[in-house]
């Protein structure tokens, strides 16, 4: 595994030609990367330093849409620009794209100093400062599982969306045959991420006809975000390069299992997981039994940072390995947290309810802002829950729909006063203006249903 590139490293493949382009880029509120290309040259001159973007980028949607209601961006307010300043720690080589680097920025006001409040980089860099104070490191690792179709983006879209084959047409999960067949993808995809610097443990074939699963080992809470999206971006660059389309839509048929990510995560200090302790039955400290209590005390009110759209709650279903309530177990997949190597030195607790449309950061970010809430005071962890969760009828449950997310987030003091109310505010309109976005369609479900019959 290489390290990521210098400024003087890029200087000398400039010089001598291998490298031409650099990728800018801000991480928006959908967890995508977006930004500029530019010339190697233009780079090392001047835009190392900084370059700009439209305030639109962090008060918009899937589709790129405009919407009102933003307090921070509007057309009132004339759309001006922010000021990204490129993080020189991640530029790092683009292998499957020729003579590229990239590099991540944080997104600042005018000033070029003050990070927007509710960027998605800063929004987690808030929440890793204020463990730090508290003598703690956050160490988390994100799963990305995704869909390969046989056909592309643009084939995909022509249909109508309605042509969806995927890759395989079995349950690939572990299967070695069946993900040699997509070794086309997913060698160059684990080759190119390693070569950036980036952890790759594995892939595997997941529980579904077409669905992979990407591992990468665990960092602190600031790189795993960085390569997740880096992840992301790959799969969907290197899939459509071979003539693929990859998707993270978490539920993209009804009879379809969905796909998640999960996020496993615990503390550490002086180089130490501070979530351990050998004496105890499960290997747990106070800490963890503490931190862990205030992620099941409000998951409810952070949901819908780790589902943000409409069809992120059609994936919560039961027998599908999707949780649907809020407590925890002992290495139980039907639990919303599940402890992982108890009585181990990697003990950790993994939160499965995220989806694999979720924003790493912000989902991050939410996760330690409960945590630490739970430490702060103390909560008491309830006795693990055995047997089939999705059956524990006393459990507390996910909520079932964005509305119901964006309701309990909005009435979170505790993320008020961990984020910010500004930031929850925005968040909230983003999640209202999806509500409204699907309000005004008119599905086929609909139309099949009622055309001739109602």
């Known amino acids: ?239 459509w390069q071979h003539g693929h389309a990859a998707s993270f839509l978490p539920k993209w048929a009804a009879d379809k299992v969905g796909s998640s990510s999960h996020v496993h995560q615990s503390l550490w200090s002086d180089g130490e997981n501070a979530f351990r302790d050998p004496s105890d039955d499960l290997g747990m400290s106070d800490l963890m039994r503490h931190y862990m209590a205030g992620l099941i005390a409000y998951a409810p009110d952070y949901t819908y940072f780790l589902a943000p759209y409409i069809n992120s709650y059609k994936r919560f279903a039961k027998g599908t390995f999707a949780p649907t309530k809020t407590v925890w177990s002992v290495d139980n997949r039907t639990a919303g947290f599940r402890l992982c190597g108890a009585g181990t030195k990697g003990v950790r607790v993994e939160c499965r309810i995220g989806g694999s449309d979720l924003n790493p950061y912000l989902a991050q970010a939410a996760l330690l802002a409960a945590g630490m809430k739970g430490i702060e005071d103390k909560l008491t962890l309830a006795p693990a829950t055995t047997g089939d969760v999705y059956d524990a009828g006393d459990a507390e449950s996910i909520p079932a729909n964005l509305a119901e997310a964006r309701t309990r987030m909005m009435g979170s003091e505790m993320l008020k006063d961990a984020m910010g109310e500004e930031v929850i505010t925005h968040y909230a309109r983003a999640a209202e203006w999806e509500i409204e976005e699907f309000d005004r369609a008119v599905t086929d479900w609909e139309i099949a249903r009622g055309f001739e019959r109602a």
């Open 1 to 239: 595994m290489t390290t990521p590139l210098t400024l003087d490293a890029l200087r000398t493949q400039v010089a001598e030609g291998t490298t031409d382009t650099v990728l800018v880029c801000g991480v928006d509120m959908q967890g995508r990367l977006m930004g500029k290309r530019f010339h190697a040259a233009n780079f090392l001159e001047h835009s190392h330093a900084e370059t700009h973007c439209c305030t639109y980028l962090l008060a918009t949607d899937l589709e790129m849409a405009t919407p009102e209601g933003y307090s921070s961006a509007s057309w009132s307010k004339g759309y001006g620009d922010y000021v990204l300043r490129p993080d020189l720690s991640t530029l790092r080589p683009v292998p499957w794209l020729e003579g590229t680097a990239m590099v991540l920025c944080d997104i600042c006001e005018h000033d070029g100093e003050t990070p927007v409040a509710h960027s998605p980089r800063a929004v987690l860099k808030k929440q890793v400062a204020r463990l730090e104070a508290m003598g703690l490191t956050a160490m988390m690792a994100t799963e990305l599982e995704f869909f390969l179709f046989e056909k592309s983006f643009e084939e995909i879209r022509r249909t109508g969306f309605r042509d969806l084959t995927p890759i395989s047409g079995y349950n690939e999960d572990y299967h070695i045959f069946q993900t040699t067949k997509e070794e086309h993808v997913m060698r160059p995809l684990r080759n190119g991420l390693h070569t950036m610097g980036i952890p790759v443990e594995n892939t595997k074939g997941e529980a579904e006809t077409g669905q992979e699963e990407l591992n990468i080992r665990y960092a602190p809470a600031l790189d795993c975000a960085d390569h997740h999206s880096i992840a992301k971006h790959a799969v969907k660059e290197i899939a």
